[in-house]
Structure formats: C-alpha cells, structure tokens
C-alpha cells in the first residue's frame, strides 16, 4: 500500500456503497475513481485524486428521481494514529489507518456522502408549468406588493 506513484483507476458500483445508496433515488450507476498513492517530502503517505460520476437523487420538488453529477476531490494524508494525525499539515485531510490494509471503498464512499448535495431539485422541474400559471403571475404584478400594504398600514398605526 502507498507505494510510490502507484495508482488506481476503476470504476466503483454505486451498489458496492449502501451508505451513499441511502441518500440516492436508485443504485445504478458506476463512479468512476482515480486515485494516487504517494509519499511526500516528509515522509507522508498521501492519497490523492478523485472520484465523480452520475446518480440519480429525489427532486426535492416533485419527488421523481433527478440526475445529478457528483464529484469528490481527494487529499489524504495517511496517519499511523489519532496522535499522529495532528502532526499531519493542514492542507491535508487525515485519514487513521492503524492497520496495514486500507479500506479504499469506505473512503470513498464518505467523500462521496459530503460532496453531494443537499437539496436537489430538477432545473427545470416539472412540477412548476404543470400547477403554476406564469401569465397569471406577470398580470398579478400590477397589484400592490403585500409588503408596501403592511408598511403602510404600520405608518397608519403611528399616527
Ligand atoms: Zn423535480
């Protein structure tokens, strides 16, 4: 593990990750990885790169599935234990490995789970032309703002 300048480029099944599953609308689809292992200047293991692909969400909206594209960066610097990981440089994200075996798809699957967004909604969703009359709305713009009445009638109060 971390040889130097060893890499990995495969492509991950969403299914493979039930907690990143749990946040999506279906498991199709693969996210495709790219990662390097390194050894820094001193002397610190490093995992970098990325991974991203397309899965489908619940438009907050209507509720239908909606594709979106996630994509996760990678900057990891591998710590031997708690202490160790304080002494990592801050422009690193550290990762405890206290065995020799790394569990890359556990990783993966929590930089997945931060980098999708919170809400997601069609761009142009359906449900807006479908229940919403846009004429209507211009036409409406002719009467007074709600809010301008409500001011007006808290200046009438002090009076
Ligand atoms: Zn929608």
């Given at each position: 593990m971390a040889e130097r300048g060893a890499q990995i480029s495969a492509d991950l099944p969403v299914s493979a990750m039930p907690d990143f599953c749990d946040m999506l609308?279906?498991?199709?689809g693969k996210i495709q990885v790219e990662l390097e292992f390194s050894i820094d200047e001193q002397r610190i293991r490093l995992i970098q790169g990325q991974a991203g692909g397309q899965v489908k969400m619940i438009c907050q909206r209507c509720l239908e599935p909606v594709e979106i594209e996630v994509a996760a960066k990678f900057n990891l610097g591998i710590a031997a234990s708690e202490e160790a990981a304080k002494q990592l440089p801050r422009y690193y994200d550290p990762v405890i490995v206290e065995a020799d075996e790394l569990e890359l798809v556990p990783l993966v699957q929590e930089e997945l789970i931060l980098s999708i967004p919170h809400d997601v909604y069609h761009e142009d969703c359906s449900i807006q032309t479908s229940f919403g009359e846009p004429e209507t709305a211009v036409k409406e713009s002719n009467k007074p703002n709600p809010f301008s009445v409500l001011a007006a009638l808290k200046k009438a109060d002090t009076k």
């Open positions: 609308a279906d498991q199709d």
